[in-house]
C-alpha cells in the first residue's frame, strides 16, 4: 500500500521567509497529492493540490511542485505571515477506485513575527 | 465552515459507556469517512463508504461501528473503548471515484477515562 514520508516534522521561520515541506510517495500508482493546512481546534482544510500530468501548480504565495520519477512533491510558502503559523499535511491518493487519501506526520509550522 | 458538520465536539467517556459521533454533509458528496487523529501520527484512515455502502475497512476493532443511513449522514458507534482510543476523530466528505478533494468536518475530540 501508500507510504507517505513528510519532512520536517518542525519548522520555525521568521515573518517575510520562505519556508518549504517536503513528501515522498511510495506508489508509483499515486496521481492526486493535495496539501492540507489544520488550525488548532479545526479539521484540515484543502490549501492546494496537484495532479500527476502537471509538475508545478502556484496559488498566490502557495506553490507545490511534483516530481514523478523521484516520487516526492513539495509545498512551498512564500513571504509568509504569522498567520500561516499551522500543521501541515501532505497526502497521496492511494489510486485505487475510491482513491483514498494516505497521509503524512504533518509539519508544524511557526512563523515568528 | 467546510459544509461538514460533526457532533459532539468534545465527548468523555467511560471505558464502559455506549456513544455515538455523528457526521452530516450538505455538499451532495457520494463519500464519507472516517479518520483518528492521534499525537505525532499520521491521519488514519478507519472506514470509507461509498453510496452508502462500506468501501473500506482499515482493520479498525469491532468496538468502532459505523453506519451510514444515507449519504448526508455517517455515525461511528463506540462501545467498551480503551484509553488508547482517545484522539480526534474526523470525519470527510468526498464526491468519490477517487482524486477528488475531501472536506473535513472539525473534529469530535474524544477522551476514555
Known amino acids: 500500500g501508500e507510504n507517505v514520508e513528510q519532512h520536517p516534522s518542525t519548522l520555525s521561520v521568521q515573518e517575510g521567509d520562505s519556508a518549504v515541506i517536503k513528501c515522498t510517495y511510495s506508489?508509483?500508482?499515486?496521481?492526486?497529492f493535495p496539501w492540507y493546512k489544520q488550525e488548532l481546534g479545526k479539521g484540515p482544510q484543502l490549501i492546494i493540490d496537484?495532479?500527476?500530468?502537471?509538475g508545478e501548480k502556484k496559488d498566490q504565495r502557495i506553490a507545490v511542485t511534483l516530481n514523478k520519477t523521484a516520487k516526492h512533491f513539495s509545498l512551498h510558502i512564500t513571504e509568509t505571515q504569522p498567520e500561516d503559523s499551522a500543521v501541515y499535511f501532505c497526502?497521496?491518493?492511494?489510486?485505487?477506485?475510491?482513491?483514498?487519501?494516505?497521509f503524512g506526520k504533518g509539519t508544524k509550522l511557526s512563523v515568528k513575527p | 465552515e467546510t459544509g461538514v458538520t460533526q457532533t459532539p465536539r468534545h465527548l468523555v467517556m467511560g471505558m464502559t459507556n455506549k456513544k455515538s459521533l455523528k457526521c452530516e454533509q450538505h455538499?451532495?458528496?457520494?463519500?464519507m469517512y472516517w479518520y483518528k487523529q492521534s499525537a505525532k501520527k499520521p491521519l488514519e484512515l478507519m472506514f470509507v463508504?461509498?453510496?452508502?455502502?462500506?468501501?473500506e475497512n482499515n482493520s479498525v476493532p469491532s468496538r468502532f461501528s459505523p453506519e451510514c443511513p444515507n449519504s448526508s449522514h455517517l455515525f461511528l458507534h463506540l462501545h467498551t473503548l480503551q484509553p488508547e482510543d482517545s484522539a480526534l476523530y474526523l470525519c470527510?466528505?468526498?464526491?468519490?471515484?477517487?482524486?477528488?478533494?475531501?472536506?473535513f468536518g472539525q473534529g469530535t475530540r474524544l477522551t476514555v477515562v
Open positions: 470527510a466528505s468526498s464526491m468519490g471515484g477517487g482524486n477528488t478533494e475531501a472536506f
Open positions: 506508489d508509483s500508482a499515486s496521481n492526486y
Open positions: 496537484i495532479r500527476s500530468n502537471v
Open positions: 497526502a497521496a491518493s492511494d489510486g485505487g477506485s475510491q482513491g483514498n487519501l494516505i
Open positions: 455538499l451532495g458528496h457520494n463519500a
Open positions: 463508504y461509498s453510496l452508502e455502502e462500506r468501501v
